[in-house]
């Protein structure tokens, strides 16, 4: 059993494939891909999105004339100087000012890839027109490479700058059904991640395993947790509100929510004969008589308690 090459990775590499990586960190290899290949138009528009306030304007004090795109967004799509693979000098990341664009960084994994399986040297641009794309289509191969674990450990960062810069970041949905490994309540959803993942187990199921898992183990719970949401509105509804006899008038008496009378609404009447029954009372001892009483669907109370 060989380990994973994804640095700090504690898992195994996949078994019975020649592929470098956990079945977890290829997962996220080709996510990674795929979030890039869907990032790059939101970079595109990065670069001249951002206007902040101050931004050029005659309030912002700023001393030079404002540059009329982002910086760190031209340097991460610019052309880049040289590939990583075609610089037998190794002075083409010195004349880069900050970190490689993505361009130049995705293309020299591409040679890298294109000498893994023997491509022609200098791989053209084909699949998906981009170099995330490109990549994306390659990436059996990449997976049984030596680099994987590297490649990986790139595209991690170099997509975490892309979404600092698009301020995008894959979105977490938690699922009903609980993990049919564990049975915790962990399976979520996650842009771009083209598995169900498990977060207290780590288990993957594709979506269609998903699916079809839930159905079946769905409708019971479903069942009972509208039981219990049932319950819950039942015990809501019967819960007994505190209230006050304000006074009688005739037959009814005037009851109020006990409460500090700036709160009080206007008082509701009750017959005070049904009251006094239910206390043990003699009317002339209700007024001013601190109650607790239900709450009906229909706000009429009921079930009349001393306090
Ligand atoms: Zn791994
Ligand atoms: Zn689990």
């Not at 996220?28 to 001249?48: K, Y």
């Not at 079946?216 to 019967?238: D, F, G, K």
Request: glycine residues 8%.
């Amino acid at each position: 059993m060989t380990g994973c090459t994804v640095p700090g990775c504690p898992r195994a590499a996949e078994e019975d494939t020649h592929r470098r990586l956990c079945p977890r960190c290829t997962h996220q290899l080709r996510a990674l891909l795929r979030e890039l290949v869907g990032q790059m138009p939101l970079l595109q528009a990065s670069l001249q999105l951002d206007r902040s306030p101050t931004t050029g304007s005659v309030h912002g004090g700023r001393a030079h004339s404002p540059m009329p795109v982002r910086g760190d967004v031209l340097t991460l799509l610019g052309p880049g100087s040289n590939s990583t693979l075609d610089d037998p000098y190794g002075d083409a990341r010195g004349d880069q000012d900050g970190p490689l664009p993505i361009d130049t960084h995705l293309r020299g994994w591409a040679e890298m890839t294109a000498l893994h399986v023997r491509l022609a040297p200098g791989p053209g641009i084909r699949p998906g027109r981009t170099w995330a794309a490109w990549l994306a289509a390659y990436a059996p191969w990449i997976l049984t490479a030596p680099w994987a674990g590297l490649f990986h450990q790139e595209l991690t960062e170099l997509v975490g700058r892309v979404r600092a810069i698009t301020r995008t970041e894959p979105r977490r949905r938690p699922l009903a059904a609980p993990c049919p490994s564990c049975g915790a309540f962990g399976l979520v959803e996650e842009d771009w991640q083209p598995y169900v993942e498990c977060v207290a187990c780590e288990l993957l199921l594709t979506p269609a395993e998903y699916v079809a898992y839930a159905r079946r183990v769905l409708p019971s719970l479903y069942r009972t947790a509208l039981q219990i949401w049932t319950h819950e509105r039942i015990a809501a509804m019967n819960e007994r509100v505190p209230v006050r006899v304000l006074l009688l008038i005739g037959d009814e008496a005037e009851i109020v929510a006990d409460v500090p009378p700036a709160e009080r609404a206007e008082p509701e009447r009750y017959p005070a004969a049904e009251i006094a029954e239910a206390l043990g009372v003699a009317l002339g001892e209700l007024p001013g008589k601190r109650l607790t009483a239900e709450a009906g669907a229909d706000d009429r109370l009921t079930g009349w308690q001393r306090a």
